[in-house]
C-alpha cells in the first residue's frame, strides 16, 4: 500500500511537471484563434498559470487533497476533473468489462479445446486468429467493425453509449446495469447494443493473449505429472479435466487478465475514440489535442492507478486459487 | 584409494562457521520473518593432501558450506582459515588472487560449463584470470596435459560441452579447476548427476589425480557409499552442523552418532545377503525445517536413544571420543556401550516451510506471482 | 507358480517426432508378474523401464508414440482396450506410485480428497464416506495425524510424506498390481528405507503384485524375487535376486556391480567402471547394444542381435557371459 | 509490489535459465545432449509458423531495400495535384504510370506504399534499436551490480510500467512541440525500454546465479568479465525474443499515434501508419488508402509476431514438444 | 470622438443604423412571425438528434464563446434582436422595435409583451435592464476575457471602470419600454446584441441559482449551478437535461412560447467528437444530422440522399504575415511577391470544399464596406520573382508555421492548405521551412505572440460589421502581424475607429472601402486567401432547416418525418 501511495505521489509530480512542460496549454485551449496577446496575458494571470511551476504544484497539491484536482479545459470545459473521471470511469469499466467478458467465454474454451486437440483445424485457426488479434491496429479494427456491421449492414449503433432518445435513469453510471436495475428494459438492451461492438473490438487483444495462454498452460498441464497420476487413478474425463487440468491451468490466466487490464486501458484510448464511447479513454484522446491538464493529471494517475490496483487485487486473488500462495501468506 | 596419502598440516580450517539468510516475505513490502540456518556452527580441519568427504541428507547445509568455504557465500559468522590465510577478511582482488588455490567441482556438469564457451576457452579463462597462459605454446601444452589428465582427447578442445556425454562433462569441470594447478579442490557432489555406471569413471579418475598432483579434497555428496569410497576422513552433517567426525574406516566399522548409525543402516546394500541380515534403524519422520531447528540436540525429535535430560535443551557439542573421532551426541559413550536402549520414536510431525529453498538463499521473492515459479 | 497377474509379450514402444526416424524407447519386452510377486526392473536412465510401466499402464501420451505386443492383465488383453474400459481398471486393478512425489500430486486439490476421488470412482463412495476412508488409509500409509492432513495441499507435506500419500491413492482400492516407478529416487535415504518398509509391508502377505522400477541395484537387493535387468530398452537378463547378485551373468550387471561403491566393501578396493556412457548404444538391430561398452565383446557381438534365452533357471541375452569362477573370485576378495 | 506485469516480464526472464534438459529422463529425446540454441534453431527451422513470419519479414525488408530503385515517382510530390479536388471529393484514379491512383494531394499512391515500406522498417528497427539500447543500459546497471543501483533502477522502471504503454507513448508523444518521424520513434522507443530493463535484468539475475556463472567467480575470473562473457550473452536470449515482438509493437503504436493525431506532422516521406492514421478520414470514400497500408502492416506485423513468438517457443522447453 | 450629429428624423436614422447593417427592411416590418415562417408544411412532433463535434461548456450564453455553446443556448434563448433565418441580417426577436436618439448613444427598445420565461416569471423592460447590469458588474473571474470574452471584445470594460465601457446604462421606462445609454456610437449597435452572448435570461432564474457565481479554479473555471444546469430563457426550446455520461443535451418544446411553437417534441444534441463517428452516426440513422461535415464528406453525403447545405461564406482565411522577425517580411514588395506568388485559383479549386471563394479582402462581400476596385494579386511567379530582386530577396526564406490537429470552417484542411501554398512559394523561387505545430499545442500561442513568420489563420463572422473583421485584426497595432513595426499600422487603427464611429451610412461605407483600397495596395499586412462554406447536413427526414451565414441556425421551424 505504501509502495502505491509512493508511486501515485512520483506519477504526480511527474505528470505535473511533464504536462505543464508541454507547448501550448489552457490559454490556447480556452481562447483558441479569438485571443489576443492581452488576453492570453490577462487569462494566463487569472488562472496564475504565471506562477513558478512548484507554486503551481504546490496549489494543485493543496487542492488535491481537498478532492479538487482541477476543472476540466478541453474535453468538457468547466467541469471539475475528477467529477469528469467519476463520471466517465465506469463507461470505460463497462467497456473493459464487456470486453474481458467476451474474451474470456471464448478464448478459454477454444484454448481449451484447441490444446486438446493439438495441431487441429481449430487450434491452428485460433493460434492464427490471435496472432492476427495481436497484429492489426486495434482503431482499425474497430473501424472495420463499424464500417461493416454498423452502417454497411445497420445492425448495431456507430457509436455512443445510449441513443439519444432513449430515456433512462442512471443509477450506477453502468448503462446495462442501470436499465437491469430500474427495469428499463429497453434502455438496458439499447445500452448493451452500443457496447457490443467496442467491446468486440477491445476484445481482440485480451482474446489472442487469453487464447495462447490458455492454450500453452493447458498444454503444459496436460503434461504434468499429477495429471498423469489422476489418469492412473481411471477418473472420468470430466473430472480429470475440471478438477486436475483447468483450475491449475487458469493460474497463469488469471495473471494474463490482470495484465491486460493496461493493454485494456490503452486500446480504450484508440476504441472509444472510434465509437465516440464517452469513456476515460476518450477523454485522454480529447484531453491531449486540446491540453487538458487537470483531466489529463487525473486520467493518467487514475489509470495508473487503477492497473496497480488490479494487478495487487490479481496477486491477492492468486491466494483465492492457490493454496500454496495461501499458506504462504498465512505464515507471514 | 588405496594409499592414503601422507597426512600433513590443516590445509583448511573452518571455525565456528555460521551461514544465516533472512527469509522475506509479504504481499507489499518484504521483511525479513526469521531465517534459515543453513549452517549453524561448522568446525572442521581439511588435511594437507588428504580427502574429506562432507556428507548429509538434503537441507542439512553442506552445499552452503562448501560454498561458504570458498567465499562464493558470503558466511554470517566464522573464521576459514585457508593455508594459513584468514579468509575472513578478504575481498576484492586479494580475494579472486587466492581463488586460484582453491577450486570447485560442481553436481551438474552441465549447468556449470557455458554453453557458449567451447572447452578451450572454458579451460583458458581461469588461466587468463590468474596469468597462467604464458604463450600460445605453452598454453597448448597446458591444454594438452590437463585433457589427457582427465582422460579426454585433445580433439575435445573445439567442441562445445552439449556434444559431450554427461562424464565427459564432470571430466571437463574437473580440467578446468586443475587447470589453476589449485590445492584445494571442493568437489560438490560430483558423480550424483551421472549414471550409475559412469560414476566409477570419475571416482576413479578423482582418486587417480589426487595421487598424481598430491591435491587435497573436500568432497560434498549425500551418497554415503561414495563418500565413504573416496574420503579419507568424513564429516556428518545434520540440520547446518556436523554431528559425527572420523575416518572413513570407523564410521562403518562403529558410527557412534544416533544419526550416523541411522543413515549407515538405511542404505541399501546390492547384496541380498546383507539385506535380508541387517537390521535397520528406521528414522520417523522428516527433516525439521532448517528455518526452525529443534531446540538443544538437532536431532533429539528423531533420535531413538533419545533421554529425558539434556537431548532437548542441551545442545552438544563436537567432542572426541576416541582418537580422531568427534561426536556431537550426549550419550555417545552409554549407547556404544549399550547402556541406552533404543526406543520407539513417536513421529513429530512437521510440516516443512513452503517457501524455504536451503541452499539458495539469494533473491527473494518480488511479489506473490513469482513464488508461483518456484515450483 | 499358478496362471500370472500380468503377460507382458513383445511390448515395443517407439517414438515418432515429425520428420524423424521413429525410436525405439522399448524394443521388444516379455516378462509375467504372478499374483503376489514382486518383480524388479532395473536400468539407468533410458533403458526404457519407465515406459514399460507406462504402456503397461496406458498411460503414454496419446500422442506420437507407437505400442505394440501384448499386456494381458488377468487374461484381458490391455492394449487395445478402450479408454473407458481401462479408466475402468486404472486404479482399481492396477495402481501406480511415481517418482516425484511433489509434482504426482494435484498442487491446488487437498491430499485428503485426491485419495478419496479414487474411491468415489471405483468403490461409489460418496464424497463424505471417502473422505473419512481416506483418513483411515493416509492413516495406514504411516501419515501422522490424519484427519488433519486430509484438508492440507501437497506442499504443506515433506517430501516422505508425499510419497506416502501418492503410495495412499494408488493401494486405495487394493489394486492387484501395483507398480512402483522409481519411488524413492527422488528421497533421502533415510526416508527411502521408510518408504521401501511401507511399500514392502503393503504388499507382503497379500496377493498384490509389485513391479518395482528403479535404476538402484541395492534396492531390488532387499526387495525383489526376480529381477529384470534392462538395457537399451530390452531385457538383458532376469533372475531370482539371490542368483542374480551372487552370479550376475550379463556382462552389464556384472559391470554395475563392480562400478558402484558399496558401504560394507573394504576401503582401498579400485571401483572397476564401465567404459563409455549410455549414450554409445549401438541399434539391436544386427548387433547387441551393449556391446561397445562391454569388456567381453566379440566380434559376434556386432554382427548378431543375441536372443534373450533361458540360463540356469534366469534368462540371459548375451553371446559372452560372464563365467561365474570370475565372480567367484571377486566374492573371495571380499570375504 | 512490484507490478504485475514487471513480474510477468520476469517471468519470462526466467525461460532463458531453466535447464535445457529438463524432460524425462527416459524419454530423452535426440535432442538433449544440444545446446539451447543449437536445439532451439532445429525446432525453429521445422517450424511452419516460423517459416512464414520469416519468408514475411524477408519480403518486407527486400521490398524496403529496393523501394527507392522501384517506385516510379518522388512518394512527396504532388504530381497529380490538378485531379485533386475537395469540393468534388475526387482523388486521381488509377492511371498510366500511376498504377493506384494518387492519394488525397495526388501523391503517387503505388510510390508511397513502396517507400512506405523503407519508413515503417526504420521506424520499427529504429524505436526497437533505442528501446533496446536504452533497457540493456539499464538492465544491465541494475542486474550486474544489484543492490541499491538495482533498487533505484527498477524503482523508476516500476513507476514507468504502471502506465500503460500506449497512454505512456501518448503522453510522450504529446511533449514535443513540433511532432516529426522521429518524435514518434522516441515516444514509441522510450515505452519499451523498462520492459527491456525489466526483462534483462530478471534474467541476467537469473543467470547470475546460475552454476556456471559461480563457476566463474570460483575460478577468480573478474567481475566485468563475468558480466560481459558470461551473464550477459547468456541472458539476451529473452531480449531478443522480444525485440522481435517489439518490432511489431513500434508499428502498431506508431500507426497509433498517428490515429491520435500525434503522427510526424509532414507526410512528405511516407510511413505506414501515418497513412493509414491520415486515411482513416476518407474511410467512406477511399477506403483503399486505409486498407493497403492497414494490410501491410498487419502483414508484416503479423510476419514479425510469428518469428517472435516461434522464437519464444523454441527457447522455452516448457512449450518444446 | 465619435460624437457625430445626426440631423436626419428618428424614423429615417432607425432605418439608416438598422439598415446599415440589415439589408432587408422587412424583418422590422414584419413584427411577427408568419405562420411558415419556418417554411415547410413539417408535422407537430418528434424529435430530433444533432450531432455535435463538442461538449458545450455551459448554458449560460454571456460566459461562453464557443460555438458549440451557443448551438444550444440559441434555441433556450433570444436576444433583443435577432437575425433573419438564412441571411445575416437583424429582425425583431424580443424587441419589436427600437430608436436611436440622434447621437446614436441613447436607445429606446420597445419590447414584445406577453413573454414568459421558462420559469414562468415575465419577460418586461426590468428583467432586460437586470440583464445588461448583470453583464456590466461582472467581476474577478466574470470579467475574465475567457468568460465574458463577448462582453469585451462589444463593450469594453465593465463597471469597476479599469478599462472604458460602451456601456452607461439602462433604464425601465415602463413594462415594456428600455431605454439603453451608450458612452459613445458605434456602428455595430445593436447588431451586435444579435450575439447569442447578449441573449436575455431570467433575472429570477439567474438570482435562484447563483449564476454569477463563477470562479477560476486550477486550469479553468468553475461555473455556476444555474450555467450547469438551469438555463432559463424564453426561447422555443426548454432545457431538460445534460447527460453528460451518455452525452447528450436534451431540449423539449417550450409550449407557452409567444410565437410559433417549435414542432418538435424533443430535440437532443449529442456529443460526437470525432468527425468520421459524426457522419457514420448520421449515416446509421443514430443522429439526424450534424454540423461543419468535412468537406471530403460532401460529396458522398450528397450521393447518399442527405441534404447537404452549404452555406454562403461568412469567414476568411488569410496568411499571417509576421514582420516582426524576419526582416524581409517589412518590405511590401516582399509581401507582394507572396501575394502574387499563391495561385489561390487552384488552391481554391482543389483544397476547398465547393462555394469557397477567392478572397480579394478580408472580408467576405456581404459585408457593409467592401470595394470591387482593390487592387489584385493574379497568380504571376514571374513578377513575384521580380519584385523581391526589386526588393532584393531574391533568395527570400522564410519558416512557414502550420497547424495540426484543427479543423476551421475557413481551413478545412490545413496541411492541403499549406502544401499548395508552400509549392506555390517555393516556384517562385522563395525558400520555405515548415513549422507544424498542434493547434492548442503551440501553434496558437507562437501566432498570437508574434512569433511566426507565415502562418494560416482566419476568422467566423460573428455578425455582419466589417469591424468585426478588420477591427479585430488592426484595430489596435499591437496584433499578431506586428504591424506596430509599420509606420502605416497608427493609422489604419484609427481609420479603422473612425469609420465605426461614423453614423452616416454612405460616409461609413466609403471610409471602410477605402480602408480596403489601402490595406491591398498599400499596406498588405497579410494576405487574405479565401472564403469557405462551412456546411450543416441532415437527413431527408428533417424539413424546416435554414442555414444560416453565420451558423446560427434555430430549430423552431424544424420537424422531421418518421
Known sequence: MLQLVLVVWVLSVLIFAWLRSLPGGPVSALLGDRGTAETRAQLTEALGLDDPIFVQYLRFVGRALTGDFGTSTGVSPGKPAMDLFMERFPATIELSIAAVLIALVTAIPLGYVAARRRGGWLDNTGIVGSMIGISIPIFFLAFLLKYLISIKLGLLPTGGRQSATIDATRVTGFFVLDGLLTREWDAAWDALRHLFLPALALASIPFAVIFRITRASVLDVMDEDYVRTARSKGLAGRVIRDRHILRNAMLPVVTTVGLQTGALLSGAVLTETVFAWQGIGQALAIGFERKDFPVLQVVIIAAAMAYVLVNLLVDLSYAVIDPRIRTAQKGS | MSEPAERGDALLTVDDLKMHFPIKRGVVLDRTVGYVYAVDGVSLEVRRGETYGLVGESGCGKTTLGRGILKLVEPTAGRVVFDGTDLSGLRGEPLRRMRRRMQMVFQDPLSSLDPRQSVESLLVEGMRAHDLDKGKESTAKRLRELLTAVGLPSTALRKYPHEFSGGQRQRIGIARALALEPDLIVADEPVSALDVSVQAQVINLLEDLQAEFGLTYLVIAHDLAVVRHISDRIGVMYLGALVEETDSDSLYAEPLHPYTKALLSAIPVPDPLVEDEREQILL????????????????????PWRQETRCDTERPQLREINAGHRVACHWAEDIAAGRIARHEVRPVYEPPDADVIPDVPLIGPASMTEVMDHH | MGMALLEVRDLAVSFRRKGEEPTAAVDGISFDVHPGQTVGLVGESGCGKSVTSLAIMGLLPQRGNQVTGSVRFEGTELLGLSQKAMDERRGRDLGMVFQDPLSSLNPVIPVGLQVAEVLQRHRGRSRKEAMAESAELLDRVGIPDPTRRIDEYPH?????MRQRALIAIALACRPRLLIADEPTTALDVTIQAQILKLLSEMVTGTDTALIMITHDLGVVAGLCDEVNVMYGGRIVERAKRHELFAEPRHPYTAGLLASIPRLDAPRGEKLVPIRGSVADNIPWTHACAFAPRCPNALDRCVEVTPELVDDRGGMLRCHNPVEPALRAGAEEVRA | MASARATKIDRLAGLAVRSPDDQDPDGAGPDSGLSLAASAWRRLRRNPVFIVGAVVIGLFLILAVLAPLIAPHDPG??????????ARNEIPPAQPGHPMGGDQFG?????????????????????????????LVLGTLAGAF?????????????????IPSLLLAVSIGALFSQQTQFTVILAVAIVQIPIFARLLRGTMLGVRESDHVLAARALGVKGRSIVFRHILPNSLGPVIVQSTLVLAIAILDAAALSFLGLGAADDATPEWGQMLGNAQDFFDSQPHLAIWPAACIVVVALGFTLVGESMREALDPRQRR | MLQTRVTRPRRIALIGLAGAVAVSLSACAESERGPDAGGGEGQTGGTLVFGAAGAPSNFDPFFASDGETFRV???????LVGITPGTADLEPELATEWTPSPDGLNWTFKLRTGVTFHDGTPFNADAVCKNFERWYNQTGAGATAALSYYWIENFGGFSDGKQPSLYKSCTAKDESTVELALTRFTARFPTMLSQSAFAIQSPTAMEKYKADDVKAQGDSFIFSE????????????????????????????????????????????????????RKQALEA????????????????????????????????????????????LKELKVRQALAYAIDRETLVKSVLPEGAEVAKQFYPPTVVGYANDVMEYPHDPAKAKQLLAEAGYENLKVKFWWPTQVSRPYMPNPQSIFGAIQEDLQAAGITVEPVSKPWAGGYVDDVEVARAELFLLGWTGDYNSPDNFIGTFFGTTENQFWTSGSPWAEDLATAIDAADATVDNGERDAKYQDINRKLMAEYLPAIPISHSPPAIVVSSKVQGLVPSPLTQEEFGPVSVTS
Not at chain 4, 520499427?124 to 533497457?135: D, P
Not at chain 5, 468535412?294 to 476568411?316: Q, T, V
Request: include cysteine; charged fraction near 20%; hydrophobic fraction near 35%.
Open chain 4, 77 to 86: 510530390l504532388r504530381l497529380l495535384e490538378d485531379q485533386v479536388s475537395r
Open chain 2, 284 to 303: 520417523t519422520g522428516d527433516l525439521p525445517s532448517p528455518a526452525n531447528p529443534p531446540s538443544g540436540c538437532r536431532f533429539h525429535t528423531r533420535c
Open chain 5, 285 to 328: 440513422g443514430d443522429i439526424d444530422g450534424y454540423d461543419l461535415p468535412s468537406p471530403a464528406d460532401w460529396a458522398s453525403l450528397k450521393e447518399g440522399g442527405y441534404n447537404l447545405m452549404i452555406r454562403d461564406p461568412f469567414n476568411i482565411l488569410y496568411l499571417g504575415i509576421t514582420q516582426k522577425n524576419n526582416d524581409a
Open chain 3, 156 to 160: 504443506q507435506l515433506s517430501g516422505g
Open chain 4, 107 to 135: 501523391r503517387d499512391f503505388f510510390s508511397r506504399m513502396l517507400l512506405g515500406s523503407q519508413q515503417t522498417l526504420m521506424v520499427a528497427v529504429l524505436a526497437t534499436v533505442i528501446g533496446l539500447g536504452g533497457g
Open chain 5, 226 to 277: 444555474y450555467a450547469r444546469s438551469h438555463p432559463t430563457g424564453t426561447g422555443p426550446f426548454k432545457f431538460v437535461s445534460y447527460d453528460e455520461a451518455n452525452g447528450t443535451i436534451e431540449l423539449a418544446r417550450n409550449d407557452a412560447y409567444y410565437g410559433d411553437k417549435a414542432k418538435l417534441d424533443k430535440l437532443i444534441f449529442r456529443v460526437i467528437p470525432d468527425e468520421t463517428a
Open chain 4, 146 to 162: 544489484g543492490g541499491w543501483v538495482d533498487t533505484l533502477v527498477m524503482r523508476i522502471v516500476d513507476v514507468m510500467l504502471s
Open chain 5, 73 to 79: 443556448t440559441r434555441q433556450i434563448y433570444e436576444g
